[in-house]
Structures are given as structure tokens and as C-alpha cells.
């Protein structure tokens, strides 16, 4: 995501689950980027992994976001 993982919190907040295609559409990313994007989130403990195997992941936010 251009600007940060945090910046693309906002825009995720909308979807109930985390998937790599769901967080591609959204965020207009490349598949590879979109992986990449929720993995880095879930070692910020911002997204968890909620299901998960070799070929799909699904994540959900940790916590609603609070307006800043």
C-alpha cells in the first residue's frame, strides 16, 4: 500500500474477513502485494489469522479501529 499498513486499516475495516483477493480488490494491490500487506500486518498484531492452509488465509482486525 502506498502510504502504510495503517493507512490501509480504514479501507479494510469495511470487509467482515481478510482474504488476499477481498484485500487486492479493495486496496486495487497485485495478489503477491496483497499476501504481503496481510502478513506484515499480523506481525504488527494488527490483523489474526483465523484460518488458514497452504493455499488460502484468512485473517479478521484484531480491534475496531478508534478515530483519531
Known sequence: FAESPEA???ELSKL???T???????????LSAAKNLLKELEVKKLV???QGNARIKI???VAPLTPQ
Open 8 to 10: 490501509a486499516l480504514k
Open 16 to 18: 467482515d474477513v481478510l
Open 20 to 30: 488476499p483477493y477481498a484485500v487486492a480488490s479493495q486496496l486495487n494491490l497485485r
Open 48 to 50: 489474526q489469522m483465523i
Open 59 to 61: 485473517y479478521k482486525l
